[in-house]
């Protein structure tokens, strides 16, 4: 009896998972990364009928999990946080140092900049549970504006969406192994108010090797330094936090996600430049790479915490103040106006 290749994935996920109760926790690890490396060979897109997000679960069985990323963000899923009352400032180490030398390319789901790892650019502290070095960033977006973003403001899209992600090597209890766990530090971006208007954004220098990576497997190597603080919003401490997966087979579970609040400027050249790029490599006919953001995920009781900075340290209760509250429906009703707006 012939197996199909979906059905023999989930069987050996089951397997994989057996395993572990019998074989040593070394062995077991090694094996689950065989796994997931496997996953992520085979076919999948964003638009397929049959490889496309709604049956990413034949190929990677966590996608099916029940805490996926991404999700909309409701105010009436929210648990509000201060800092410091409630939780540590985020602590960066080299957000400014200059990353020279770095490579981006067109892997035919995005545009990916690997960060050497010399550099060392780590963030610890506010809910996350150990020091994230930065490996790697890249993009989503769409071919209309009102769409993009992965993660939403209600129903509410912003045109692009920057995922920064950050591992950590956790040593397991009473073992000499590790376990990686992953973080990502996502950035929206909104189109700048008035394109007439020359501008200064994150992307200024990065457009032109954008367009250089116009078909899968395309790479280059950035000529020009930048620093990953110019990426970021200056305010690190309002963002939503959440638990949830990669967005992308796998869809590995269990990843610290920190949406930060305040988007980063775009223009529409900017934007275009990604939209005119391939998900196929050359001589392979043509396939835009217009659309590669995953539908957001049933959040199943999960709560997000919604981070802010305390103006009044010296508040003693727990309970979110009716300003907090106010300030997070403010926030919510303005995003929703940009991004339905574009103001």
């Given at each position: 009896?012939?197996?199909?290749?979906?059905?023999?994935?989930?069987?050996?996920?089951?397997?994989?998972?057996?395993?572990?109760?019998?074989?040593?926790?070394?062995?077991?690890?090694?094996?689950?990364?065989?796994?997931?490396?496997?996953?992520?060979?085979?076919?999948?897109?964003?638009?397929?009928?049959?490889?496309?997000?709604?049956?990413?679960?034949?190929?990677?069985?966590?996608?099916?999990?029940?805490?996926?990323?991404?999700?909309?963000?409701?105010?009436?899923?929210?648990?509000?946080?201060?800092?410091?009352?409630?939780?540590?400032?985020?602590?960066?180490?080299?957000?400014?140092?200059?990353?020279?030398?770095?490579?981006?390319?067109?892997?035919?789901?995005?545009?990916?900049?690997?960060?050497p790892e010399k550099f060392n650019i780590t963030v610890k502290g506010g809910p996350l549970e150990c020091e994230y070095q930065l490996r790697q960033f890249h993009f989503h977006w769409a071919a209309v504006n009102d769409l993009g973003s992965e993660h939403t403001i209600g129903s509410s899209h912003y045109p692009l969406e920057a995922h920064f992600v950050h591992t950590c090597e956790v040593p397991i209890n009473g073992s000499s192994s590790f376990v990686s766990r992953i973080a990502v530090l996502a950035v929206f971006f909104e189109l700048v108010s008035d394109p007439s208007v020359p501008q200064i954004t994150p992307l200024s220098s990065f457009a032109s090797y954008i367009k250089q990576c116009t078909f899968k497997n395309d790479r280059h190597i950035l000529k020009e330094d930048f620093e990953i603080q110019n990426f970021y919003p200056s305010d690190h401490n309002s963002y939503m936090f959440y638990k949830g997966s990669l967005t992308t087979p796998p869809c590995t579970e269990d990843v610290s996600w920190v949406l930060f609040t305040h988007p980063m400027p775009v223009t529409i050249d900017e934007l275009n430049s990604f939209r005119e790029l391939h998900a196929?490599?050359?001589?392979?006919?043509?396939?835009?790479?217009?659309?590669?953001?995953?539908?957001?995920?049933?959040?199943?009781?999960?709560?997000?915490?919604?981070?802010?900075?305390?103006?009044?340290?010296?508040?003693?209760?727990?309970?979110?103040?009716?300003?907090?509250k106010c300030f997070l429906k403010i926030f919510i009703i303005f995003a929703l106006l940009a991004t339905y707006f574009n103001f």
């Open positions: 009896m012939k197996c199909s290749l979906p059905t023999a994935v989930r069987q050996l996920h089951t397997l994989l998972i057996a395993l572990g109760y019998l074989m040593d926790l070394k062995l077991f690890i090694l094996y689950r990364l065989i796994f997931q490396f496997y996953v992520q060979s085979l076919e999948w897109d964003y638009d397929g009928i049959h490889t496309g997000p709604a049956n990413w679960s034949r190929i990677g069985p966590l996608c099916a999990g029940k805490q996926q990323s991404p999700i909309q963000i409701w105010p009436n899923d929210m648990k509000i946080a201060l800092v410091p009352r409630d939780l540590s400032p985020f602590d960066f180490h080299n957000l400014d140092k200059l990353i020279t030398d770095a490579v981006i390319e067109n892997n035919g789901h995005s545009v990916q900049v690997g960060i196929n490599q050359r001589r392979e006919g043509e396939k835009w790479l217009q659309r590669n953001f995953r539908p957001t995920q049933p959040l199943y009781g999960r709560q997000v915490l919604f981070v802010q900075q305390d103006l009044h340290s010296n508040k003693k209760s727990n309970d979110a103040t009716t300003s907090d």
